[in-house]
């Protein structure tokens, strides 16, 4: 449910993209994903085949998702972690206090044209 | 890569948009004088049990509609009006698990805006993603239940960073759960230092004067 709401704003986005490009049609999107971000990845590319060959535009054209690390910083100590791994509690010192630095992306990164 | 194939970069988050539309729709309620708050929290925390009392206590000294956002069905709207006798409508999300800014204008041009002081909007009962829309709203505001835990905070990080208004409903049930208030208020404020908690029972309308007091604080600034 969710991976289709964002299928939809993808395709708003490079609709818009293309539009002025002059792209008559496009080959495929590129999307950054973080690794905490609430998208998975299999759904999103399952909605995408649904909605995508709705558009003219957009038929055939392949999602491809592109992993990003999820990083948290520690505010008791400063240091940086990898997030998957640790989750909200600091490796170094035991702190719950950190935030995250980068991991929730949900971003188009490029699309591939004729 | 295929011969021909051309790369054009876009490097755009798919929440720029919504973030705009958010933005514009702020500056003109603010214009406008109409405080729209949005109340998240988990399907049954008590939003609408909350918001009948909220309403009945400040409905004499603002005016006040309610949007109910669903993903099917009318329940809340139905039960809001015949509770209240305010204006509430419905908004349908048509299977989307949240509200943007684009639906939540769409829900508010049925709405009529002038001379109104406040619109509450019952989002839809999820603690994920309605947190990454902004849908313009002036403040958020969540209401997290004992029997959820007092560790809710550091399970769902972003939707406690981006509201300033946590209240704290079905007190009553306190004795049954090992509701921890201390480490809860502890656990918001690591993500949000300048949030405001109220502990409430929506069922009894305990503590409920104090959120009215903060919202009726609330509109008040925003309208100068
Ligand atoms: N014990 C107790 N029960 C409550 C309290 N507030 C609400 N409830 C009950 O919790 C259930 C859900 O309340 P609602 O107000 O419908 O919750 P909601 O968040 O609007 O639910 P959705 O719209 O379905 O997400 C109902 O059975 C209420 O009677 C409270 O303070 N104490
Ligand atoms: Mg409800
Ligand atoms: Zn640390």
Known sequence: ?114 | MEDGVKVIEIKKSIFEDNEKEADALRAELKRKGVYLLNLMSSPGSGKTTTLIRLVNLIKDQVRVAVMEADIDSDVDAVKIKEATGIPSIQLHTGGMCHLDAEMTRQGLDNVALDGLDLVILENVGNLVCPAEFDTGSAQNAMILSVPEGHDKPLKYPLMFSICNLVVINKMDVMPYFDFDLDKCKEYIHMRNPKATVIPICAKTGEGVDELAQWLLNEIKNWKN
């Not at chain 1, 449910?1 to 293309?18: P, S, T």
């Not at chain 1, 505010?75 to 940086?80: D, V």
């Open chain 1, 1 to 114: 449910m969710h991976e289709l709401g964002i299928v939809f704003y993808i395709i708003r986005d490079v609709k818009k993209a293309a539009l002025e490009h002059g792209v008559e049609h496009v080959n495929a999107v590129v999307m950054n994903i973080g690794e905490v971000s609430t998208v998975v990845p299999d759904y999103l590319t399952d909605c995408w085949r649904w909605a995508a060959d709705k558009e003219d535009l957009l038929r055939g054209c392949e999602l491809r998702c592109n992993m990003l690390p999820a990083v948290t910083t520690c505010n008791a100590c400063g240091k940086e972690y990898p997030t998957v791994e640790h989750g909200r509690t600091c490796p170094y010192c035991g702190s719950e206090d950190t935030v995250l630095k980068c991991g929730n992306e949900v971003e188009i990164k490029e699309i591939e044209v004729l």
